[in-house]
């Protein structure tokens, strides 16, 4: 199989080379014909821009004219499938601006259904921050929530009320060993 790819490389103001989020497209005419033809790119904010880009990676086929793709990867963007909606995977890229991958990594791991326009506003609502772990939460929580007197601290029973409301919640690994605590509503 030949390969021909092309790996878009983003510079920051510095000229250094940035780890932006982007996917593999790739042509399927040229795949069904023997050829590993595609592109990385950084999916552009609209459906009609992003369609674009695709159409460019699509020009530079060995095949003919092909009309068929898929993303064939993804880098430090979700995974949405071979075959997503593009105004989904718009709405990731816009959300990706507001958010580091891995918070929206983490929501997408857990609800993975979600509007093609109100992504950015339900990661949000539901997210609440990066702790160490759970307990760091619960025990923040207690403290900020609760006015516990100092003769009766030694008896609350931190373990348990993190046990009660990690029911309302759901988490994602983060990076740094750390976790992502998400509202689970």
Same mark, same amino acid.
């Given at each position: 199989? *030949? ?32 050829y590993l033809h ?13 369609? &674009? ?13 092909? &009309? ?37 990594? =983490? ?10 326009d109100n992504l950015?506003?339900?990661? &949000? &609502?539901?997210?609440? =921050?990066?702790?160490?772990n759970f307990r ?8 900020? *929530? ?13 373990? =348990? ?9 759901? *988490? ?14």
């Amino acid at each position: 199989m *030949t390969t021909t790819t092309t790996q878009a490389i983003v510079k920051d103001d510095k000229g250094q080379e940035v780890d932006k989020p982007s996917i593999w497209v790739a042509c399927l005419s040229a795949y069904n014909s023997g050829y590993l033809h595609g592109a990385w790119i950084v999916p552009k904010s609209t459906k009609e821009e992003l369609e &674009e880009q695709i159409q460019e990676v699509l020009k530079g086929s060995p095949v003919g004219d092909p &009309e068929e793709w898929a993303i064939h990867d993804y880098n430090n963007f979700p995974d949405l499938g071979e075959y997503p909606d593009l105004e989904k995977v718009c709405e990731v890229a816009r959300t990706l601006e507001d958010f580091e991958p891995s918070i929206v990594h =983490g929501y997408l791991e857990n609800f993975t259904d979600f509007e093609a326009d109100n992504l950015k506003e339900s990661i &949000e &609502e539901a997210f609440v =921050g990066t702790f160490d772990n759970f307990r760091e939460y619960a025990d923040q929580t207690a403290d900020e *929530t609760m006015e516990i007197p100092d003769h009766i601290a030694s008896y609350f029973d931190y373990e =348990g009320f993190a046990r009660d409301l990690e029911m309302d919640y759901w *988490t994602a690994d983060a990076p740094g060993y750390q976790t992502h605590i998400f509202r689970n509503y």
